[in-house]
């Protein structure tokens, strides 16, 4: 099986560092507009050659599109003559709504759309880690809509690269995404620009620990990427900020009222979420 992987950065690097030495991968080839994203991604192996879409497109049987939710509509939107054949695209965008409401009904076979629900703060092929993907989940979406061979082929990959499978509709995931991974940035980046509009900032930092580190941790993601992210899914991010300023305000009255006891059975509620995840 050929694999071609547009976008070299960290998750599409990644993928090629998980394939790399899979039984049934029999070649990796990437495709990057970024002159020095192909040089690291050929320094540290990540792909043996570079080609043109076009080109993957003959080559490959199977092309992981790693780039931003718009590039990703642009290389479906130029894929329609993959019609009729067996080849397998599969998308790794953070949205899913737009990208499968985007899909040319004539290659909606060819599409499987996924989300690996992994990743760090880090970006670029600099940035590929090999077991970025190993045990983490993949949502994919609408997966009745792909054809049966695109779907055994994500399936066969994802599965041999140690991943949880999951299946819901794009905007199931679009919202459930909104809550555990979009609003967490929002919060991140708010508490980070929190912080640096103290006139002490510098003195304030000092004193930072590891319950600081980790909720601003997510603030040194990529701008450009997460406006990209916040614009595609704009309405359920609203709703989960506004949700979570609903319960913000409940801590803040409690404290504002001396009320203790209230306090003390908000945090108690919260603690509850480690239960789910036992």
Known sequence: MKIGIVGLGLMGGSMALALKHRSFISSIIGCDHNEEHQMIALQRGLVESFMSFEELKIHCDVIFLAIPVDGVIDFLQKSTDLA??????IDLGSTKA??????PAVIRKNVVAAHPMTGTEQFGPAAALEGLYAEKVVVLCDLEHSGDTQRDTALRIFQAI????RTMG?????????????MPHVISYALANTVLAQEEKENILTLAAGGFRSMSRLAKSSPVMWEDIFRQNRENVIEAIELFEVELHALKTALQNKDYSELRREMKGANKLYDIFK
Do not use: P
């Open 170 to 182: 794009a905007e199931q995931h679009d919202r459930h995404a909104a809550f555990i991974s979009h």
């Open 98 to 103: 737009l990208i499968v409401d985007a899909i």
């Open 162 to 165: 140690g991943m949880q499978i």
């Open 84 to 89: 009729g054949s067996d080849k397998t695209l």
